[in-house]
């Protein structure tokens, strides 16, 4: 996902990823660093991450979305480029009150991408057009 | 193609006779926002649609609620090569509400859409009209403002990834036509307006965040003829550079010629 994150965070997913690609796993220093900037989603973002909830869709006419199930078991369908999630946490902490950077769904896939942790899932055209609408698909 | 709008004003003010604003930066940014009275704004967005149409292989999708009865009287004033087979490059689109704008948008990466040219601007006439329906739009985000700001949100959003991704095509296929360039328009409830002065609108608040350069109608006076200021502003993707403001003046008479002059 191209960022639109403060060089403070985009340097710390650059750093989540050299060294969980070395160590396979995230240090303390770098939780703590997650934990403050991100605050309390940080640790939901790394439950969804640990559950696999992130997937990454792609359709025949090289259309990508991201889709991230919640731990009610509902998918928020994510932009590949800009920030958006239909969970009610984005509206009001993020859009309306304008004090969080991200909610828990879009942390987990900047997350599940510097750790290598997205599934990938290909689906029709049709399909991915109406999630990008905000529907639901038959499947 | 720099900036549409920017394009636009330019070339307007110079078939008005002015020489061409030389100073002043450049916007290139991919998606701007222009605020203001909506009839001057949907002139406006005619106009870039039928410049950028004029400029040869650019295809330009239009989505608006309303039907387009005619073409801005300045549009052979400001753009004296436009011919007819210019206007087949320009789509239009009549959603009815914001699930069917939503739906149009979301499906231009399909193939159909896509070939055998692929769109190099997308136009969005009046978002209020679709953002700020009585009782509109579903896809959730709760009742009044938060509903309405999780709508724009979302169709702000797509818009911008689908024409990021319209982006990767042309410069794959075409790459003299990159990037899809994005233009919406937007007007704040003016009912609304008094209540809370000072206070900005909410859902303007939100379209702040996905449209980085705005281009703002002001009225500056006039009896008979309408005089608007317009104003650029913003900054360039990339870069954490504010442009240098940029400014032109319209002057709209009463039978609805449009002057640009560059200030």
Redo the contacts between chains.
Sequence with gaps: M?SFLPAVAEQLFKDIQKTYEEKSQIPDDLLIALKFVFGSCAVQALDLVDKHSVTCLS?P???K?FQVMGGSGRLYTC??????C?C?A???TV??RNEGLLCKHLLGVYLSQAMGLTQQESIS??D???L????ATAS | MADILTHVFRTCAAQSGQAPHASGGQSSSRSVLLVGDRGTSRSVLLLAALSAASQGRVKVLFFTRTQIQSLPRSAHTCLPALSPANLKMIKFYYPQTV?EL??Q???L???AN?SPTTPSLIIVDRLQSFLCTQGGG?????HG??GE??RA??L???L???A??LT??LERRTPGLAPCRLLASFQSDPEAGPADPGRPD?VLA?LD??FPVQCRLERAGGYLEEVWRVNLTGTTEGTDHADAPQEWQLVVSPDGLIEVRSV
Excluded: K, M, N
Excluded at chain 1, 79 to 84: I, Q
Excluded at chain 2, 138 to 142: H, I, R
């Design positions: 191209r359709s006419s090289g259309r979305a932009f590949t480029s800009c920030h958006y239909p009610p984005f509206a009001y859009l309306r055209d049709q991915i057009s109406t990008l609408a905000g529907g | 699930e939503q739906q948008v979301a499906s990466h399909e193939p896509t579903g896809g959730g985000g709760g403002h938060q700001q999780s949100a979302h702000s959003a797509l911008h990834d689908t990021a991704f990767q095509l909410p939100v965040r996905y």
